[in-house]
């Protein structure tokens, strides 16, 4: 089991001059409390630049050492900073150390490449040869599994890739998992098993060829194995290539995730763009609708007018009209009653009109007489031709299409403009995110995506092709062995104990992996029972990738998870990770309660000491009060820091 | 850094199921091997190569 026992830092990050945390020999938790900008992440990567001579920043590896150097040592002229971290391994005492100082102490350094760095790790004291040191490191805390001790809760996101499918960064994490599960040794003897047995069957041709009934077969056998041998390095180089092209893939999975949520908006933004200008364009043809509507709206301005006109002129018209009526009636009666005096008869019965009766009638055609005068006459005429005038300028209104056209446009221009209120948005979240850059990422990811296919696709067609080869060099072992003499059946017994000894180890793989599957989800479910505080959700389910989904009491999948619920379910899994895992040591773990509410983070630093039996955490008061650890830890809590303020570049570690 | 004990346990479990033919105490000292001599490939067949040429001068050909 690894221990950690004092980390001591120099002019590193705001840790101005040499600083110093001690770790108490006892299990429990050790707590830093920092407010932001302390230093927290700082003394993780410091122990991560101690151990394996990088920081990381924003989820991405980063060796610049400008960047790390204490400014304000920098400026009276102490260009040198250090890290030296002392544990126990296995009984010892070691002591790791890296200093990172200028390659001219007389000149400032700038940039980078200004420094070098110096490495020591001492055993008990003495010295281990720098030849040796990596590999003594490798042994002690490997690399590769370092995300499980040294992590910040920021990162804890990345689990999440683990449940989805084609994620570099989840198959870069399954990888890490298996490793501190200790499969790669599985793994490994199978390489081993294949590589021992192929050399079986070169050995068996060679002792074929040297007696004189098997030559022939011999011979045939040499040259499959070569064959094989030629095939292999092809293959080889695909899968080389394979591994450039997923580094290249998880790179740019690592840059994207960065401004992931830059993406999001950027696509947002491009989608609120076409927006407007699809809406833009209905507003074109509805304004074309209305110039087209409005040719004879000139008249529409007139109607009112002119139906008033029609109303009062046709009123005097009509009168005019029944007067001329009439006159044209009494014409006719003038003209029978002038007709019957003069000839002194009725016209219609022909009866005989008295004097008395004429003398009547004439009084009648007297009165008759009334015509229009030349004033109505005129009259007539005007008003009859204002009437014709009117009902030729008078024209059906448009006015409501136009208003129903005017509305649309307006609700258009609403919306257009709270689109372009959400684009300005957008644009100030995405200040300072190169946009250009970003886009040319995603569409990389994309294109090398297309291109892992094609390898992948290549590296199938190439392995059908040495399983050819190989089905044709095991039908020639098989006719040896009924040929051979003693030696031909030794090698043969060999090419077949390595045969089974490779399918042996590849079948330990699959059952051994699923064993570890079993364990993990058995332990995660009850971690994870323990940190919820949801009643509905009963447990959680591995897949293939060691991605864990949370299991609702009616038996569904939770699909949708908060960042919070992400956080705890990534927590269940390294505590099932740290269970199982045959390698021990300290977790660190910077900001892991910053994504938890009250109910959740309470849970989890009750439930921290059964994790790892070192623990230190880099906290913010406000994310973990003294008060709640004190209560929640108890005897358990070890240790108090703080890191208190000097000035803006410069911290001060202190022991509470 | 390997449960050694599990992973071969697991391994003898399925040598005794369905490789009757392979010596259960080969696959003890292959992982033993190989637990020592994680960080080298080649020692680590060297060592292989030379238990399984000890167990095979072990047995009679005719």
Known sequence: ML???????????????????????????????????????????AVRYVLYGYFITRGSKELEFQKVINTDALEIGEYEFSVTLVFIYGGNEYELSRVAKPKDSSKKPKIHNDYEQEFFLKRDGIIIPISDTERVLEQIMPEQVSRFFLFDGELLQEYEELVAKKSETG??????????????????????????????????????????????????????????EEQQKELDRLLQDHKHMKKQ???????????????????????????IDAELKKQDIKYE?????????????????????????????????????ERTISEDIKRSLEEAISIKKCPTCEQDIENSLIEKLQQKIQNLNAKLTDEEIKRLKYLSSLQSKVKEIKTETKRNIVFELIND???????????????????ELVEGIDEEKTRKINNDLKNIDEDVILLEEGIRNQEKVIADVNYDIEKLSDRLKSLGNKDIQKDKCRTELYENLHKLFDKGIAEYRDELKNRIQEDATILFQSLTTEPEYTGLRINDNYGLTIVRNDGNDVLVRSAGIEHIVALSLMGALQKNAPFRGPIIMDSPFGRLDDEHAPNVVSTLPIMAKQIVLLVFKKELTPAMAREKLQTKLISEYSLERVSSSFTQLEKK | MSDINALTKTLIKIQEDEFP????????????????????????MKKIGKIVEEHLNSKEFE
């Open chain 1, 289 to 325: 609708k209305i110039r087209e509507s409005m040719i004879d709206s000139w008249r529409w301005l007139l109607n009112d007018k002119l139906e008033l006109l029609l109303d009062k002129g046709g009123k005097e018209l009509s009168q005019l009209r029944t007067k001329e009526a």
């Open chain 1, 3 to 45: 221990k950690f026992k004092r980390l001591d830092i120099k002019n590193f990050g705001p840790f101005r001059g040499e600083q110093t945390i001690e770790f108490p020999n006892q299990q429990g938790v050790t707590i830093v409390y920092g407010q932001n900008g302390r230093g927290k992440t700082t003394l993780l990567n």
């Open chain 1, 249 to 275: 893939k998880l790179q740019l999975e690592i840059e994207l995730k960065k401004n992931k949520n830059a993406l999001s908006l950027l696509d947002e933004k491009d989608q609120l763009e076409k927006s």
């Open chain 2, 21 to 44: 033919e392979v010596p259960p105490n080969l696959i003890t000292e292959i992982m033993k091997i190989q637990d020592s001599y994680s960080q080298n490939r080649s020692e680590a």
């Open chain 1, 171 to 228: 198959r870069k994490i399954k990888e890490s998992i298996e490793r501190i599960l200790g499969l790669p040794l599985l793994t490994e003897s199978r390489t081993i098993m294949q590589i021992l047995k192929q050399q079986a069957q070169t050995q068996q041709a060679k002792t074929a060829q040297a007696n004189k009934s098997t030559v022939e077969v011999g011979t045939h056998l040499e040259n499959k194995t070569k064959e094989r």
């Open chain 1, 409 to 427: 446009i307006n609700d258009i221009l609403i919306d257009v403009n709270d689109k372009r209120d959400k684009i300005k948005e957008i644009k």
